[in-house]
Structures are given as structure tokens and as C-alpha cells.
């Protein structure tokens, strides 16, 4: 039985700085309570909506808790009357480092969602106070229960006493808090014996493969006993919305020091949309991704390891060869078919041929600085940073949230809501544990012990075409350069990074997800990327 409704109003305020914490005294792991109905596809689901703070521990047993790590803040939606063991349970997060969950939860998969429309911008040069707001109907609580989680420092997360937010922020110990609060989740709700899955966003594809491995090496050790006597389960799989997956391969992250060929076919995508290429004529975007593909492995791939030097890509091994070459009948065909491709000039390729995303957003349109989310949008470069593509949704997505935590969720708070902390990024902790200090993250190594633990975890990416944060084929490569290439699904859509603000791949997206949860392995799924559906180091 669905419980009753209950208002929660939290006295705590809750200090999302570096610096911040609270004590343990002070957190009621209580929720609020408020029942709904949704209608996903023609059927009436009842459902209940909570928000919270559940303490994460850094070592849980059954009978005992010790290592109070963090106040985490989260809004749960479930489906209460159903049966447990046959009932998924879905939990998401955004990225940044230091991004809360709004936009997910505002935007994506929960009962209700706010329709940006994007790349739509009736007027770039200032944020909408509001968008639409309506039931969801691709809501996947027709599917699976979801969780929305805030990482401490963000929402209305944070560090537990003596420890501060600051000593959370860093790879390993955020994933370790996230697990941890995956833990507490499932014993105070008695979800032992649910399917479990995670869905990480962005910075989410260094997170979730690094908590998914996380759970798989704890088992249920954590579990409390579950009264039921059902089976425990761990983890069925997990998802990656738009990920970054190496930090080291990314040459937006490594400012181009390494090699950009990973986004070649993002930069051409935008510059077809923006009308800035004529090169994809009448080829559907699957065509189209598939020759942008080779393009980018073969005549760009060539060009940059014979004339660049690899420990630094933005310098040529030889300038005068590299000026020659440039120079010459084979160079320029190089450097005009890279042009008709991305819509940048011979003459800046011939300069910076290994081109970042930055340098493409401000110079593919004068007088324009493109979105580096959704490179389909873009304002006056006279606009103030904080009024840039990127941060459009954001004033109408936080407004939206102050009324909705009260009204729909029926949990009312102090303070303010942090959607997103740019203090981690100044100080994150990069390296992962028994790594090079100086090292970026990565979580190849995780996907390939989740697998290691559990041969038949799901596993699915999802990437937007005209992203170009984190671009789908230097997704591709780095899978492929750990030989999971043919074991791991990527699915690209019309859209940018939040690929769910585009009403057009709203339908496929939803479709491509329920076809996700109804298989109950990973080798039914599809083996090949290859096939298809329609501030820097941040990262939503």
C-alpha cells in the first residue's frame, strides 16, 4: 500500500560550499510523501513522489554503521504497489564535477518536465524566466522507479561533520559517497532484491562506471537482511547520457594537446544543421556519421600523426614541412575537405589543424559564440558569460524547481538549492587511487570490471550528434581502444548534450530506453555502435 501524503519542511540549511558540512544530529532521514498519477501511454499509473536526506556511510553492514560521509539529498518516484523483486529501480545523476541533478530531473525521465525545446532561442540574448511545464509522457516510471541524486556540494547535498564538502570532491571518494548512498537507499526502502540500474550524465561517464564497479566488488555484504526472503540482486546495468569516458583522449580536455579526431564528426554535424556544409546532401545522418567517420580516421587521422607531434598535438614536428606540405596540391585538397566537412577556412586549418571545440564555437559563425552543449545554439559574442548558450534553460529550470519541491513533492526547505557548484572544479581531486598524480580520470578500466563481475550487466550509451562537449565518436574510439567496441551499444540522436530538450528525439530516445529495460541481457541489446537511432571542465 502506497503510504499517506506528508509535507516535510526541513529546518536544516544546508552550507553547499567547499568548506560546508553538518552535523550528524542534525539530519532526519524522514521523506515527504505525495501520491500522483501519470499517463504513459494510454495507461493511468498511480505513483508516489518523496525528497530527503539519506546519510551515506563509508562502511555499512548489516548490523552496524560507521564513517558518516554525507547528508545526500534526493526525489525519489515510485510505484509502490508492485511487487520488488520484478520492480526496476533507476538511479541518476548529472555531472559537472558539481552539477546537481535539475537537469535531469527537470528535463529528462521523471513525471513532470519543463520543454526547453531546444536549440530553440526566441531571444539569445537573455535567459526565459519559464518554460512549459507538463506531465511527461515518456516518463520511464512505466519502467522502473528513479531516483534523482544530488552529489554533495550540490542541491541540497553535504559533507557530515568533521568532514567538509571539499574533502568529497574528487574522483574516487564522490564515487565511493554515491555507492554508499545507493546502499542506504536500498536498505531503507527494502530494495535487495529489485533490478538496479544507474544513468549518469556527462561527467556521470567517469562517475557511474567507477560506482557501478563499486557495488559489483561489495555485492550485497551491505544488505541489510531483507524480510522477504526474495533473492538479493546488485546491479543489472547501467547507462551513459552523453559521457566523457577519458579524460586523456578528450582534446577538449587536453586543449588539444591531444588528438581531435574524435570530434571532427561533431563539428560537421553542426556545420550541416548551421548551413555551413554542403557535404551531406541528401544522406540520412546515419550515412552521414558513417563517411564523417572514415573521414576523420583515414585523411584527418593521416595528416595529423605524419605533420604533428603526438606527445603535443598542436605542434607540428617539423614547421616548415608542415608549412609545405600545407602549401602544396595534396595539402590544400586536405585542407579544403576538411573545410567543406566543419565549415572552418583553409586558413585557419592550415594554422590550427587540430582544432578544440572551443575555437570552433567562436569562429564557425562571426559575430556568434556557439553552444558547447548544443552547437545548434549560439548567442552575440557581446553577450556576458554567464549569458551564453549553455547556461539558456538554467534561470527558468531553478525557478521552476523552488515552487516544485513544495507543491508536487510536498518537501519544503531553507536556503538555497546549489544547481551548479563551480568551486570543484578549481579543486577536484583528479587522479584516481594508485594513478600518476598529475592524471586525468578514466573509467575504462571500470567498465571492463563491471563486465569482469557480471558478464551479462546491460550497458548502454546515448550521445546527441551536434554535442560538442563530449562527442560520441571519440566515444567510439575510446571503447574501441579497450576492445569493447562490438560489446557496447551507442546510440545517436538529433540533439546536443542534453539530447531529451529536443522534442524530435524524445520518441526515439523513450523507445531505445524500454527496449533497454525489457531485455534481460546485455548480448540481446545489439553488438555495434555502428548501428544507429534516430566553463571547460564542467560538464552538465
Known amino acids: 500500500m502506497a503510504p499517506a501524503d506528508k509535507v516535510l519542511d526541513d529546518p536544516n540549511t544546508y552550507d553547499t ?31 508516489v513522489a518523496r525528497a530527503g536526506h539519506l546519510v551515506a556511510y563509508r562502511n555499512v553492514a548489516p548490523t552496524r554503521k560507521s564513517g558518516a560521509e554525507a547528508a ?21 545523476w548529472n555531472g559537472g564535477p558539481g552539477s546537481a541533478s535539475i537537469w535531469l530531473h527537470m528535463g529528462s525521465w521523471g513525471p513532470k518536465r519543463l520543454k526547453s525545446d531546444a536549440p530553440n532561442m526566441p531571444d539569445p540574448t537573455k535567459q526565459p524566466e519559464s518554460f512549459p511545464f507538463e506531465d511527461n509522457a515518456i516518463s520511464l516510471l512505466d519502467k522502473s522507479d528513479i531516483v534523482f541524486v544530488d552529489p554533495p556540494g550540490t542541491g541540497l547535498s553535504t559533507a557530515i561533520a568533521p568532514l567538509k564538502n571539499k574533502d568529497l570532491w574528487g574522483t574516487d571518494i564522490d564515487a565511493q559517497v554515491v555507492a554508499d548512498f545507493i546502499t542506504a537507499y536500498i536498505n531503507k526502502f527494502n530494495r535487495q ?72 564528426p561533431s563539428y ?58 600545407a602549401g602544396s596540391t595534396q595539402g ?110 578514466q573509467s575504462i578500466t571500470d567498465i571492463q570490471a563491471v563486465l569482469t563481475f557480471n558478464p551479462d550487466s546491460k550497458i548502454l550509451i546515448l550521445h546527441g550528434y551536434e554535442d560538442i562537449a563530449t562527442s560520441g565518436f571519440q566515444t567510439e574510439l575510446d571503447l574501441e581502444g579497450a576492445g569493447l567496441i562490438s560489446r557496447i551499444p551507442v546510440k545517436w540522436f538529433e540533439g546536443g548534450h542534453m539530447i531529451y530538450n529536443t522534442e524530435s528525439s524524445r520518441a526515439p530516445l523513450k523507445q531505445t530506453l524500454d527496449d533497454y529495460y525489457a531485455l534481460p541481457t546485455q548480448d540481446a541489446l545489439g553488438s555495434s555502435s555502428a548501428s544507429v537511432s534516430a566553463s571547460a571542465l564542467q560538464l552538465h
Open 17 to 47: 560550499t567547499s568548506d560546508g558540512s553538518i552535523d550528524l544530529s542534525a539530519i532526519n532521514e524522514d521523506t515527504s510523501v505525495k501520491q500522483h498519477t501519470i499517463t504513459i501511454n494510454g495507461k493511468v499509473l498511480p505513483y
Open 72 to 92: 545526500v539529498f534526493y526525489t525519489s518516484y515510485t510505484r509502490d504497489a508492485l511487487p520488488k523483486e520484478n520492480r526496476p529501480v533507476t538511479f541518476l
Open 193 to 264: 532484491s529489485s533490478p538496479k540500474y544507474l544513468y549518469g550524465e556527462s561527467y556521470g561517464g567517469i562517475r557511474t562506471p567507477i560506482v557501478a564497479n563499486l557495488l559489483e566488488q561489495a555485492g550485497t555484504s551491505h544488505y541489510m537482511p531483507d524480510l522477504s526472503g526474495k533473492p538479493a540482486k546488485v546491479l543489472a546495468g547501467f547507462i551513459l547520457n552523453s559521457p566523457l569516458v577519458n579524460y586523456n583522449t578528450s582534446c577538449e580536455m587536453t586543449r588539444g594537446r591531444s588528438s581531435c579526431e574524435g570530434y571532427i
Open 268 to 325: 560537421a554535424m553542426v556545420a550541416d544543421y548551421l548551413k555551413k556544409s554542403t557535404k551531406r546532401g541528401t544522406k540520412t545522418q546515419e550515412q552521414y556519421l558513417a563517411e564523417l567517420r572514415t573521414f576523420a580516421r583515414t585523411t584527418f587521422k593521416d595528416t595529423l600523426t605524419t605533420y604533428f607531434d603526438p606527445s603535443n598535438y598542436l605542434q607540428p614536428k617539423d614547421s616548415d614541412a608542415w608549412s609545405t606540405f
Open 332 to 441: 590544400k585538397a586536405v585542407l579544403d575537405q576538411l573545410e567543406a566537412y566543419t565549415g572552418i577556412s583553409t586558413e585557419y586549418s592550415a594554422m590550427y589543424f587540430n582544432f578544440i571545440p572551443a575555437f570552433y564555437e567562436q569562429t564557425l559563425i562571426p559575430g556568434s559564440v556557439l553552444g558547447r552543449y548544443d552547437g545548434r545554439m549560439m548567442v552575440p559574442d557581446s553577450n556576458s558569460p554567464d549569458k551564453d548558450a549553455d547556461s539558456y534553460i538554467n534561470l527558468a529550470f531553478l525557478n521552476q524547481l523552488k515552487t516544485y519541491f513544495p507543491d508536487f513533492v510536498n518537501y519544503k526547505f531553507k536556503g538555497a538549492y546549489q544547481p551548479l557548484n563551480d568551486e570543484p572544479r578549481y579543486i577536484w581531486k583528479w587522479a584516481r587511487i594508485d594513478s600518476d598524480v598529475d592524471s586525468r580520470p
